[in-house]
């Protein structure tokens, strides 16, 4: 490979990996300033304005799982481009492999634990430990696979949830037993979306970092393994679908230009009509709380995978387009410090929303939150840049890149 097409391999992932980190914080924001529930539904933590609205719409048919979805891809091609490296270097690849993957479990508990319950690393971790088996796999293959793997995954989701509406119609009916309507009762509890709970959510998070840590320990303790069910249903496909775009030449940037455009065009259009359907039927019946949770668990997720691959479609044609442009270069260099850029923000955001911090949780609407989200991209696109003049990696980059070869990795740019 010559030095023109490694440079562009790397500017592509890079800026790949910058929209993805930008991207993601949209949808992230709800659930710093909001209690959990409030990112299914524009109705749950703010009054339900128009503006209310109209933001969380905007933010479900844009941005919704496709950031997440993306970052996964990105993921799965970065990971075999870790392994192909290090066995050139002549190292185990499975150490290396799972060294890495091992201190990014660690990040990602300290950062659930210590900062946010959203936290994706740990789920990451787990299912990077998993996807490494089929690192072997043709790109065909990976592909393939990820997809089929990624439907089967989304129609178990959907039937799981599915159950929700039959036990809600049980529930409903004049003559319905005690012991139906109190399983009902115990799932919307389970769902906590009443006005009690949301109250009690909301003065937890205005309170001190030790009673979130303690609520952590003793409430949430188990949560990062108990989300790991996303694993086999999403995450580990969608990272498969990523090792076999990498193989394949497609997240290089190196696919026929046609294939882009239809990528882009298709992808997008069909998974945006999607989403914009499931935004009216929501808005259509109130937003009512089983079908949010059905809507935006499960059956958003198979035009999500579209619209995530329309997007990348899009965005390598726009880097292919200004790949000289000094902006793409700062969101290439904001995706080369994506876990700083990542974990940053949730440091700035719990510190603006916590009790701990400036205590504004649950008091910002949801359109006033977009002016966060502008802010923190301007940030990440001022700083990333010139830091990487000076420094070969990121701060956390350059920790755990130390953590997993279990030696102090050289940090200035000599």
């Not at 990040?107 to 959203?118: D, Q, R, S």
């Not at 906590?192 to 909301?202: H, I, N, V, Y």
Request: glycine letters at 10%; aromatic letters at 14%; charged letters at 10%.
């Amino acid at each position: 490979m010559n030095a023109t097409t490694s440079q562009a391999r790397h500017i592509t992932l890079d800026a790949l990996r910058g929209f993805a980190v930008m991207g993601i914080l949209w949808m992230n924001i709800a659930t710093f300033g909001f209690p959990e529930m409030a990112y299914i539904s524009p109705i749950i933590g703010t009054v339900g304005s128009p503006s209310d609205i109209v933001s969380w719409m905007t933010s479900f048919i844009f941005f919704d799982g496709k950031m997440r979805a993306i970052f996964s891809l990105l993921f799965g091609a970065s990971m075999i481009l870790v392994i192909e490296r290090a066995a050139a270097s002549g190292q185990s690849t499975a150490q290396v492999h799972y060294s890495r993957m091992f201190w990014l479990a660690i990040f990602g508990l300290c950062h659930f634990y210590l900062l946010w319950w959203g936290d994706i690393l740990f789920l990451y971790a787990v299912s990077g430990a998993v996807a490494y088996l089929f690192r072997n796999w043709s790109g065909e293959m990976l592909i393939k696979g990820g997809v089929l793997a990624y439907i089967i995954g989304s129609v178990l989701l959907t039937i799981g949830l599915g159950t929700m509406f039959f036990l809600q119609n049980e529930a409903a009916q004049p003559g319905a037993g005690q012991e139906i309507i109190e399983e009902y009762a115990l799932l919307i509890e389970e769902l906590g979306a009443s006005a009690e709970q949301l109250a009690t959510e909301t003065a937890l998070y205005r309170g001190s970092f030790t009673q979130l840590l303690i609520d952590k320990l003793t409430n949430q303790g188990l949560t990062p393994f108990k989300n790991l069910f996303l694993g086999p249903l999403e995450t580990i496909p969608l990272m498969m679908i990523g090792m076999g775009l990498y193989k394949s030449g497609f997240m290089l940037g190196q696919s026929d230009r046609r294939t882009y455009i239809g990528i882009a065009i298709w992808g997008t259009l069909i998974g945006g009509l999607f989403f914009a359907g499931l935004s009216w039927l929501a808005a259509s019946r109130d937003f009512e709380l089983i079908l949010m949770m059905n809507i935006t668990q499960a059956w958003a997720s198979l035009p999500r995978l579209l619209m995530a691959a329309g997007y990348i479609g899009l965005l390598i044609l726009l880097i292919q387009r200004f790949s000289s442009d000094p902006l793409l270069h700062r969101v290439a260099a904001a995706g080369r410090v994506a876990f700083s850029n990542y974990l940053g923000t949730s440091i700035v955001m719990a510190f603006l929303f916590y009790g701990w911090g400036l205590g504004l949780f649950g008091t910002v609407g949801r359109a006033q939150l977009i002016l966060l989200v502008l802010g923190s991209w301007i940030t990440m696109l001022l700083w990333s840049k010139p830091w990487l003049t000076r420094y070969r990696y990121g701060p956390l980059e350059w920790l755990w890149r130390s953590l997993a070869r279990r030696e102090r990795q050289p940090m200035m740019i000599s």
